[in-house]
């Protein structure tokens, strides 16, 4: 079976700090992982995905993601956080025709 | 380009009633899939469809029925709307992996 999991509910940060919001995995196989990002009110928005290759993804709007495959982790990363950064942040892993979502993450950053 | 439509936005049910939820794509996508959202639960795969005329069931299948007679259109019915079922339903698309996703919506069993 596999599943993916988000550790903490809501992330706070400061405008301009860098930001972290984990997330791991388990999974039989190779495992394809993405991010995904929603606003209020919205359906949710792709930001980026780990097939294979580089440990490191860039994807949208200055977001990348360590693909960690001793830790089975895949924690989304901004060097400098913005105040429209603050949003709902999903980690999804993909198997099989079936694509399973953590929790979210809440992100609020403060100015 | 509209990606993937929902219709409707929002709907209020009274417990029994049947309703249908509306999706459409226009990106030729192969697979579809619906989700409901639920606070602090994420989102939940209800039922999915890897071409027309193939659908298969996801993690929370009961109480739904779905067709793919398209390409185009998955549409998601409830038979007998249940208070469990106020939640946002989410249509989503894909062709490589990526999801496309609707507007959402928004359903309140009374």
């Known amino acids: 079976a596999q599943s993916v999991a988000q550790p903490e509910d809501q992330v706070n940060v400061a405008e301009g700090n860098p930001l972290t919001v984990k997330c791991t995995y388990s999974?039989?196989?190779?495992?394809?992982l993405f991010w995904y990002v929603q606003y209020p009110n919205r359906g949710l928005q792709f930001l980026l995905k780990?097939?294979?290759?580089?440990?490191l993804v860039k994807g949208s709007y200055g977001f990348e993601a360590e693909f960690n495959k001793s830790q089975t982790s895949f924690h989304l990363k901004k060097p400098s956080a913005l105040v429209s950064d603050s949003a709902l942040y999903f980690c999804a892993l993909y198997n099989n025709n079936d694509m399973r979502f953590g929790a979210g993450t809440r992100l609020t950053v403060k100015p | 380009n509209a990606g993937v439509t929902q219709t409707p936005k929002f709907r209020i049910l009274k417990i029994g009633q049947s309703m249908t939820l509306q999706c459409t794509q226009d990106?030729?996508?192969?697979?579809m899939y619906w989700y409901r959202q639920d606070p602090g639960m994420g989102l939940k795969l209800i039922y999915y469809s890897v071409g027309a005329g193939i659908t298969d069931k996801g993690e929370v299948p009961n109480g739904y029925n779905v067709s793919r007679s398209t390409t185009e259109d998955f549409p998601l019915r409830l038979e007998l709307a249940a208070p469990s079922q106020t939640s946002v339903y989410f249509c989503?698309?894909?062709?490589?992996?990526?999801?496309?996703f609707g507007e959402g919506s928004r359903l309140t069993v009374l």
């Open positions: 999974v039989s196989g190779n495992p394809y």
């Open positions: 989503a698309s894909s062709s490589t992996g990526e999801l496309f």
């Open positions: 990106m030729n996508h192969n697979y």
């Open positions: 780990y097939i294979t290759g580089d440990n």
